[in-house]
Every structure is written in C-alpha cells, then in structure tokens.
C-alpha cells in the first residue's frame, strides 16, 4: 500500500545531523544555481520546459521527471515535456486529458506552498498512446510539487525512481522545493514574455488592417510597450535579488560547513587522544606503582645491613618481592609497547610503501581469507565461502592495504560475530561494476546492534572492552579503505542476518 510522506521548508532536522546528506545538499544546491543560469537562457516557453526536464534528470539525478500544466477554464492538464520508462527526454505536448478525481486529491495534497508530497511504495505510471490514459510501469517512490502563479496552482512537477530505484532522500525535499519555486518564475517570465511578443503581432497586424487609426494605435502601442519593459524590468530586478539572495545563502552555507568540518576534526582527535590515555593509563599506573616500591625495599635492604640483622630469610623475602615487582613492570611495559604497536597501525595509510599490482581476484582472495583465518589463535569452525563474477577478474591496487582490509574484517567476524558452531559461516561476494570492485563481507553470526552501527568506525570504540580489546579494527579498515585505496565502504545487515560489509574498491594507476 502507497504510503504519503510530505515534506514542508523546515524539514531540516535529518539534513543536519546527517554529513553525507549535507554534502549532496550543498553539490546540488550549487548545481540549482547553474541551472538558474541555463533556464534564464531558454529562447521559449517549449525550450524552458524541455531545458528543465534534462536539468532535472542529468543534474539532480532524479531518474523520471515530468512538467504537467492545469487550463482552469477547461479543468484539463497537459503534458510539456518529460521522460519515458527508460528514462529518454520526450516531448508529451500531445498528451491532454481532463483531470480526473484521482488527480485532483493529489492537487489538493500539494497546495500548500513550500509542500513536497512523496508517495513510497507507490504504482508508477506512463503515458500510453490513448490520449488520457496510463499504464503501470513499476513501483517505488513517486514526488510532486506545485507550481505557482501568486496563490494559484498553474501545475506540477512529478518524478520518481522507476529507473534506479533509490530511496528518497531528505535533502530531496529541499531541492525539490527550490526546483519548483525557480522554475515558477521561468515559467510566469516566459509567459509575459511570449505574451508580448503576441500582443505585437496583433498590434501590427491592426496597425497593417487599420491605416487611418495609424496615429491613435502607435500611441497605444507606444504605451503598450513601455508598459510592459517597465514590467519587465521590475521582474528582471526581483530575479536579480533572489539570484543574490541564493549565492549569498550558498556562501553561507559553505562557509557553515567549513566550520562543522573542523570541528569534527577536534572532536575526532580530542576522541583519540581520550582513548589513547584511557588505555595508556592502566599499564603507567602498574608500572609507577610498582617502581614506587623498589625504593623502599632497597632502603630496607640497606637498614637491615647497617644494623647487621640481615638474614637469609630476609635477604630472600626482599629479592623475590624486587623481582616480582620487576615482573609486574616488565609485563606492563610490554602491554604499553603491544598498545604503542596498535597505535602505530592507525598511520599505516601514510607509512605504507606497497605498491600497485595486478590482482587476479578469485586465487588471491581465496588465499588472503585462508592466511587471516590461520591468524585467528582461538578454536573456531567457520566455514569460508568465496565468490568472484566474473572467474577471471582481476584489479589494479595495493595488495598489502587490500589484504589487511580482508584479514580485520574476518577477524572481527570470528571474534565479535559468530559463535564458534558448526554453521558458522563467512562468505565473501567479490563483483565487478565498470571499472570498480565491489566486495561484500558477510558472516552469519549475532550482527551489530541498530545503536552501535553509527559508532563502529570510531577509534577504540568496541562492545568487547572487558576482553581486552581495543577498537582500532573498523577504524583501520575505514582509513584503508577511504584514504589508502580512494574506495568506500558501507555496513548492512544480510538478509540471512548477522553483518556485512560492502567495499567499493577502484582501480588504482
């Protein structure tokens, strides 16, 4: 069942606490600034719809869009121009139909101004030869906003995901919005324009038809046309101010980001330094405890010497307690180096001096899982599943950073994930798309509480603390990843549960 989601102009919350949607909200808002710039150049009123319609789709990466207007007098719509079921620019100039009940409620739905309606789950519908009819084509999400003339509906701009298929996102909203406010006023422009330049020919046509009214008409369309460049004029400097009032939006926007870039950075490096003294402090404070001793067994030893009382009992007593406390120190210093060592690998991406090399997938992956389960010092009974598509594919990156990313991400399934049974199981999908690898890592085990998600890739963060461990895994596999090999990756839940994890890995020159 299609389920209604509006969105009005002060949708902002998810926007803001969501980075990556920030960041694809700022890009397309820069690119609604460009196409500000191409609509304003439309020669005509046919040329602003289609210009529109391929903005919408090439730009904003919206997969179907197309630009419907209402005739009140006749409650009829017709089509413009649009897109069809595989996504193709067309002309629906043809396409006119009056408005049925069904379209009516999504009108009255969408006219509130600053309103985006998206229906999710929603029958997605085309054109069929037969003026005033559709067919279904698919389902997924399909978005309408108004378009206006002062207070008036005058049509809609519909679109939605038939093609790829990706969710909506909120920053859509916001782009939609704006999308449809500026085309409005393209639209109301080329109107007035289009307008004009009929009034003019039926001015010289009257003039031609009415010579003897020659002096009487020239006034008037004297009159006629001043009017109208003052019109004109007023409308050309309140699109100047809103274009103003944009770029000094977008300016602000920026420089907003900037500043929640950095203090992201504090935040990140006030977080490792929080980590690195929590786990440092445990080990230090054993260490001076225990040196804090030696003294005052050595002034003991010294004592007993001066007052000639030593005895070999004492003498024994004291030697065992300095070495067990030189154990105590000695354990604690190899802690404090077996942490240093871990700290270290936080820096690999910048220390590492691999090399780029060929990589046939199938045999190299099969041997890379098989060394870093061997590396696993606990008993387990993981079964390992490998599959490449195609058999031959082969890649162009750094072995030595790729390898560490497969060996962390099975080692954190044997030990986080999987339960040590006899159906455990760790499957690794390797595909290739264009020229990227994609790699999906998945176990079967307990999966990653919805909570934590958020937080995996943070340093030391971990849900195995009270088992010594660190949580420098996930945030090793991410740097490699998006610093070393210029990928990405992403964590999901397989549909035969426990946790995956999806890399998008390029070939690197």
Request: charged fraction near 25%; aromatic fraction near 6%.
């Given at each position: 069942?299609?389920?209604?989601?509006?969105?009005?102009?002060?949708?902002?919350?998810?926007?803001?606490?969501n980075?990556?949607?920030?960041?694809?909200?700022?890009?397309?808002?820069?690119?609604?600034?460009?196409?500000?710039?191409?609509?304003?150049?439309a020669?005509s009123?046919?040329?602003?719809?289609?210009?529109?319609v391929?903005?919408?789709?090439?730009?904003?990466?919206?997969?179907?869009?197309?630009?419907?207007?209402?005739?009140k007098?006749?409650?009829?719509?017709?089509?413009?121009?649009?897109?069809?079921?595989?996504?193709?620019?067309?002309?629906?100039?043809d396409?006119?139909?009056?408005?049925?009940?069904?379209?009516?409620?999504?009108?009255?739905?969408?006219?509130?101004?600053?309103?985006?309606c998206?229906?999710h789950?929603?029958?997605?519908?085309?054109?069929?030869?037969?003026?005033?009819?559709?067919?279904?084509?698919?389902?997924?999400?399909?978005?309408?906003?108004?378009?206006?003339?002062?207070?008036?509906?005058?049509?809609?701009?519909?679109?939605?995901?038939?093609?790829?298929?990706?969710?909506?996102?909120?920053?859509?909203?916001?782009?939609?919005?704006?999308?449809?406010?500026l085309?409005?006023e393209?639209?109301?422009?080329?109107?007035?324009?289009?307008?004009?330049?009929?009034?003019?020919?039926q001015?010289e046509?009257?003039?031609?038809?009415?010579?003897?009214?020659?002096?009487?008409?020239?006034?008037a369309?004297?009159?006629?046309?001043?009017?109208?460049?003052?019109?004109?004029?007023?409308?050309?400097?309140?699109?100047?101010?809103?274009t103003?009032?944009?770029?000094?939006?977008?300016?602000?926007?920026?420089?907003?980001?900037?500043e929640?870039?950095?203090?992201?950075?504090?935040?990140?490096?006030?977080?490792?330094?929080?980590?690195?003294?929590?786990?440092?402090?445990?080990?230090?404070?054993?260490?001076?405890?225990?040196?804090?001793?030696?003294?005052?067994?050595?002034?003991?030893?010294?004592d007993?010497?001066?007052?000639?009382?030593?005895?070999?009992?004492?003498?024994?007593?004291?030697?065992?307690?300095?070495?067990?406390?030189?154990?105590?120190?000695?354990?604690?210093?190899?802690?404090?180096?077996?942490?240093?060592?871990?700290?270290?690998?936080?820096?690999?991406?910048?220390?590492?001096?691999?090399?780029?090399?060929?990589?046939?997938?199938?045999?190299?992956?099969?041997?890379?899982?098989?060394?870093?389960?061997?590396?696993?010092?606990?008993?387990?009974?993981?079964?390992?599943?490998?599959?490449?598509?195609?058999?031959?594919?082969?890649?162009?990156?750094?072995a030595?950073?790729?390898?560490?990313?497969?060996?962390?991400?099975?080692?954190?399934?044997?030990?986080?994930?999987?339960?040590n049974?006899?159906?455990?199981?760790?499957?690794?999908?390797?595909?290739?798309?264009?020229?990227?690898?994609?790699?999906?890592?998945?176990?079967?085990?307990?999966?990653?509480?919805?909570?934590l998600?958020?937080?995996?890739?943070?340093?030391?963060?971990?849900?195995?603390r009270?088992?010594?461990?660190?949580?420098?895994?996930?945030?090793?596999?991410?740097?490699?990843?998006t610093?070393?090999?210029?990928?990405?990756?992403s964590?999901?839940?397989?549909?035969?549960?426990?946790?995956?994890?999806?890399?998008?890995?390029p070939?690197?020159n």
């Amino acid at each position: 069942m299609a389920r209604l989601i509006t969105y009005s102009d002060d949708a902002s919350n998810e926007l803001l606490d969501n980075t990556e949607q920030s960041k694809a909200f700022y890009h397309q808002l820069f690119l609604l600034h460009e196409i500000s710039i191409t609509l304003s150049q439309a020669p005509s009123l046919d040329d602003l719809y289609r210009l529109a319609v391929t903005a919408c789709v090439k730009q904003l990466n919206i997969d179907r869009m197309g630009i419907l207007m209402i005739d009140k007098a006749r409650d009829w719509m017709y089509g413009t121009w649009g897109t069809d079921d595989f996504g193709h620019i067309r002309s629906e100039a043809d396409y006119a139909s009056p408005i049925q009940d069904e379209v009516k409620s999504v009108i009255r739905e969408m006219s509130t101004r600053g309103k985006v309606c998206v229906w999710h789950d929603q029958e997605l519908y085309e054109f069929t030869e037969t003026p005033g009819e559709v067919t279904t084509v698919g389902k997924g999400w399909n978005a309408a906003i108004a378009i206006w003339d002062k207070d008036e509906v005058i049509g809609w701009i519909a679109c939605d995901n038939l093609l790829n298929h990706e969710p909506f996102q909120t920053y859509q909203s916001h782009i939609l919005r704006l999308f449809g406010s500026l085309l409005g006023e393209f639209i109301k422009l080329k109107q007035t324009e289009e307008s004009l330049y009929l009034l003019n020919e039926q001015l010289e046509q009257r003039i031609k038809d009415r010579t003897k009214e020659l002096t009487i008409a020239q006034q008037a369309l004297e009159q006629a046309n001043a009017d109208l460049e003052r019109q004109v004029e007023q409308r050309t400097a309140s699109l100047n101010e809103k274009t103003l009032r944009l770029e000094a939006t977008l300016t602000d926007l920026t420089n907003t980001q900037k500043e929640l870039m950095e203090a992201e950075k504090h935040k990140a490096l006030n977080h490792l330094v929080i980590g690195m003294a929590h786990e440092l402090n445990t080990p230090l404070g054993i260490i001076k405890t225990a040196a804090t001793l030696q003294p005052e067994l050595l002034q003991a030893l010294a004592d007993d010497l001066a007052q000639g009382k030593i005895s070999k009992s004492r003498l024994t007593e004291l030697i065992n307690t300095g070495l067990e406390g030189y154990d105590i120190i000695n354990t604690n210093i190899a802690k404090m180096a077996e942490l240093v060592t871990q700290f270290k690998r936080l820096s690999v991406v910048s220390t590492n001096t691999g090399t780029i090399e060929e990589l046939q997938l199938n045999e190299w992956l099969e041997q890379a899982a098989k060394l870093a389960m061997s590396h696993y010092r606990k008993p387990q009974q993981a079964r390992l599943l490998i599959q490449v598509t195609p058999d031959k594919a082969s890649i162009n990156t750094d072995a030595w950073m790729l390898a560490q990313v497969i060996e962390d991400l099975i080692l954190n399934s044997l030990e986080h994930g999987l339960r040590n049974t006899p159906d455990d199981k760790i499957s690794i999908y390797c595909t290739m798309i264009n020229d990227q690898c994609e790699l999906r890592v998945e176990d079967n085990g307990r999966g990653i509480a919805e909570e934590l998600a958020p937080n995996i890739y943070d340093p030391f963060f971990t849900s195995a603390r009270g088992e010594g461990r660190k949580g420098l895994g996930l945030n090793l596999v991410y740097n490699l990843v998006t610093q070393g090999l210029k990928g990405e990756i992403s964590q999901y839940r397989p549909t035969t549960g426990g946790c995956g994890f999806r890399l998008l890995i390029p070939h690197l020159n």
